[in-house]
């Protein structure tokens, strides 16, 4: 049972803004008050509530939150104590949507710096326009959120055929009959009860047939970015194990897409952007992380891999670092081939994850090596065009998966 | 035969483009607003929308979104006389983007490739 403060005795709502957390004391304040505000300004006729679905921090972050000046009431909601894991704080969130009958739902990051009341309006307008699931749509500096742009979003395009650029962007909207949805499946895996959950949302939205659309925030994502060189952690494995574990789930689904199809587009028109803040990636220790894996992983990846694959894979392992280069359509086929063998159970599944990561150290080395002169409109250039080579890979994977 | 829809205020172009798609063998339908048009892709099941963005009632890049929250498999190609729409990030949401023009080579191959599944990659954001 989770944990409920509800000072102001919320029992209905139309619309809800979630903020998940587990320690953000520091930072949780300033979402808390921008979405007031944009609740307030956008939403100003509907019952509105703030929920910090927590996960029973110990740094102040109930505190800090209860203690935020807003105009619209607030409800903290956390798991016990000792129970982690972003998923669990959404699954509390689901419940509490349900039982408060709200019509649309938010969520946005404890840890943003750069919303605004807009992202409120933006992320939750669509919902009251029939749409389901809103995902963001912000520009972010070329090296933030390589797991988005070197697997989550090609591999869920070429896959399930919806363009959506940051199907793990963390700030969404989705509709309350979508929030049922979600609590009505059966698929609750320890991954997704952690940072699986973005990817698990976005991709049941695509396969229960939900209006989707994209919604421009309107400036770029200021958050905790990381080195994915330093701090991987376990969302890599989260986030891919659930990408691989749905791909299972939805196979009947996805076999029949074959191109992917654009998505409609909510927010601003035409306007001057403003650029994130630069990310720091330690190039050489990403390309060191890669060829250690070899030492570890090799006899792994003869076993997982086309032996072409793996052919060329040793021709990469032999390039310099600078002049290195992963190219994209062996990265595809490689996730194909480690999908597959996922599903055929050929290792411990948390093996087989802990072995793919070396893969895409490699990858993202390359990535950052040839988006190094880029702009920041260039290297998104250069992700459509991974886009295209992956689905260009799909008849790979069909072949691979009826094998 | 496949079914192409035009969405555009001036018969002119209707006509026009009717025409000329009829001739490369394809059964045309038009509407000339956006009035009823989710009723009537719903009851018409065109493969293909050939949407203008700038009608008098109506705002094309409204009307694609619409399209794409019922509709999200029909391709949709965007028809404009002014190439500056191309920078609107809703227009990200169709599959091609066609200036007008007396020549319609271009729009013919957009939509051979469009029916054929083919999408130009995404562009980006800026």
Same mark, same amino acid.
């Given at each position: 049972m989770p944990i409920e403060e509800n000072p102001h005795g919320v029992q209905a709502a139309d619309l809800i803004v979630g903020i998940p957390s587990y320690n953000e004391a520091s930072l949780i304040a300033y979402p808390t008050q921008k979405a007031s505000e944009g609740l307030i300004k956008y939403f100003g006729t509907k019952n509105s509530v703030i929920i910090n679905c927590d996960n029973h921090s110990t740094d102040g972050t109930r505190e800090t939150f209860m203690n935020t000046r807003t105009e619209v009431p607030k409800i903290y909601l956390s798991t016990p104590a000792g129970i982690r894991g972003k998923g669990n704080n959404f699954k509390n969130l689901f419940e509490k949507s349900c039982d408060l009958g709200a019509q649309a739902i938010l969520v946005v990051d404890a840890d943003l710096k750069s919303i605004t009341p807009r992202w409120i309006k933006n992320l939750g307008e669509p919902l009251f326009e029939d749409f389901g699931f809103v995902a963001p749509l912000y520009v972010r500096h070329k090296y933030d959120g390589t797991i988005t742009n070197n697997i989550a979003y090609p591999m869920t395009r070429c896959i399930y055929g919806r363009r959506v650029r940051q199907p793990i962007g963390g700030d969404f909207g989705f509709s309350g009959e979508l929030a049922e949805v979600y609590l009505r499946q059966e698929d609750w895996t320890p991954a997704v009860s952690e940072f699986g959950i973005d990817i698990w949302m976005t991709t049941t939205a695509m396969c229960h047939g939900t209006p989707i659309c994209q919604s421009y925030m309107g400036r770029p994502k200021v958050h905790k970015p990381k080195d994915p060189g330093e701090s991987l952690g376990p969302m890599f494995l989260q986030v891919v194990g659930t990408i691989f574990d749905m791909m299972i789930k939805h196979a009947d689904f996805w076999k029949e897409v074959r191109w992917s199809k654009p998505t409609a587009i909510f927010g601003f028109g035409l306007g001057e952007m403003e650029m994130p803040p630069p990310v720091d990636v330690n190039i050489a220790r990403l390309y060191d992380k890669f060829q250690a894996g070899f030492a570890d992983w090799e006899s792994l990846w003869k076993d997982i891999l086309s032996a072409n694959l793996f052919e060329k894979l040793s021709e990469v392992r032999a390039l310099p670092l600078g002049g290195f280069e992963f190219p994209a359509n062996l990265w595809a086929e490689i996730l194909i081939d480690f999908a597959v063998a996922y599903r055929n159970r050929i290792n411990e599944k948390g093996t087989l994850m802990e072995g793919l990561i070396p893969l895409y150290f490699g990858r993202t080395c390359s990535f950052v090596t040839e988006s190094e002169p880029m702009t920041i409109q260039q290297a998104e250039e250069l992700i459509e065009e991974q886009c295209e080579v992956f689905e260009t890979s799909k008849p790979y994977l069909l072949n691979k998966w009826s094998e | 035969m496949k079914k192409i829809l035009i969405v555009d205020d001036e018969e002119v172009i209707r006509m026009l483009y009717g025409e000329e798609l009829e001739e490369e063998g394809y059964e045309v339908i038009t509407a000339g607003? #956006?009035? #009823?048009l989710m009723e009537m892709i719903e009851r018409d099941k065109p493969d293909l929308v050939i949407l203008d963005i700038k009608m008098a009632e109506h705002d094309g890049l409204d009307l694609l979104q619409e399209i794409r929250k019922d509709f999200y498999n029909i391709p949709v190609i965007l028809c404009s006389a002014y190439s500056s729409f191309k920078g609107d990030l809703k227009s990200i949401a169709a599959d091609y983007y066609v200036v007008k023009s007396a020549d319609l080579s271009e729009l013919k191959q957009k939509i051979k490739m469009a029916l054929e599944g083919q999408t130009p990659p995404q562009p980006s954001l800026k």
């Open positions: - | 607003s #956006g009035h #009823g």
